[in-house]
């Protein structure tokens, strides 16, 4: 190529990378140079879809590098992002008290703060719809995956096994994330795995077109005694009829989820994260239903976890 025509090429790659830049967002101070990282859990579950959709949107938005990384949960995500392993991470209601008052599964409280209240969860027990198993009673001396470790599920299996008379200890538990699980349920290794995700759950929706499934129910009363004894993270809810092929609605509990950073992430990035995520809404939800949800209302909802100061800037400049 000729002198002349190197220039040309060189002239119009700058164009090119100067309307690239262009089309993006202007951005806050204080993004990392190198890839923030989302803390989105199992490939199978909501967080994933939820934070590989967030993801594509923020880097696309502001010419960042974001991306979603596979975790075992929200405990996981929770000491990832305190630890600065991550930016965001998403985080079951129940775990991220737990972090931040350092009970539960924390040794010591975490410094980190919420984003916003995103969408509620459900509690999901799942059998196979000709087993014998009806009720949570009933699981004791069987194969039953709790969740993996370091998963908000794990925690819940705990809570209301114990709520039901149930001892943890009398259950076979291969600590499966969700996954592990559907696969061991496809081929017939373990009686039923507990689950905490948004419906549906891409993972079990999947399971149930090869595998006819069905939910055991969660006592009202012992919600109650959960709620009592832990957070009052939780509420009574209803799994409706037609998920997953399911003849009737089937009564669960719920605990919102959130989405998490550290408490001393500039107040500017997270700014521009909770303007992301609500510009995108319509588009993320069009793949990921739970991102519907999304209300600004409701959003600012997130105690015990505090509003991360940029989150709290975002809500008053839209009263404004």
Do not use: K
């Not at 990282?37 to 696309?60: F, K, M, N, Q």
């Not at 949960?73 to 931040?100: E, M, P, T």
């Amino acid at each position: 190529m000729s002198r002349g025509g190197r220039r040309l090429l060189a002239g119009l790659l700058a164009v090119v990378a100067a309307a690239a830049l262009s089309a993006c967002g202007p951005r806050s101070e204080g993004w990392p140079e190198s890839s923030s990282v989302i803390a989105a859990g199992s490939p199978t579950g909501v967080y994933h879809d939820y934070g590989s959709r967030l993801a594509t949107e923020l880097s696309e938005r502001l010419g960042v590098d974001v991306v979603a990384e596979e975790t075992a949960g929200s405990v996981d995500n929770l000491l990832r992002v305190s630890s600065g392993a991550a930016l965001l991470g998403f985080a079951q209601g129940d775990a991220a008290a737990d972090a931040v008052a350092g009970t539960g599964a924390f040794s010591a409280p975490l410094d980190i703060a919420a984003v916003a209240r995103l969408y509620d969860e459900y509690l999901q027990v799942v059998v196979r719809e000709d087993s014998a198993l009806d009720d949570i009673a009933d699981l004791a001396g069987r194969r039953i995956s709790l969740g993996a470790e370091n998963s908000g599920v794990n925690v819940i299996a705990g809570r209301v096994l114990d709520a039901a008379g149930v001892a943890v200890e009398a259950i076979d538990d291969p600590q499966l994330d969700l996954g592990g699980s559907i696969a061991a349920m496809e081929r017939g290794e373990i009686d039923g795995f507990f689950w905490v995700g948004g419906l549906p759950t891409p993972g079990i929706a999947g399971l149930a077109d090869s595998v006819a499934v069905r939910l055991l129910p969660v006592d009202q009363d012992w919600v109650n005694a959960v709620n009592e004894r832990y957070s009052h993270a939780y509420r009574p809810a209803d799994v409706p009829a037609g998920t997953y092929g399911l003849d009737a609605a089937v009564v669960t509990m719920a605990v919102p989820n959130y989405l998490v950073t550290a408490g001393g992430t500039p107040a500017g990035v997270v700014h521009d994260v909770v303007a992301g995520l609500f510009e995108a809404r319509t588009t993320i939800a069009a793949d990921v239903p739970a991102a519907a949800l999304l209300d600004r209302r409701s959003a600012i909802f997130t105690g015990p976890v505090p509003l991360h100061p940029g989150a709290e800037d975002y809500y008053r400049d839209l009263r404004r």
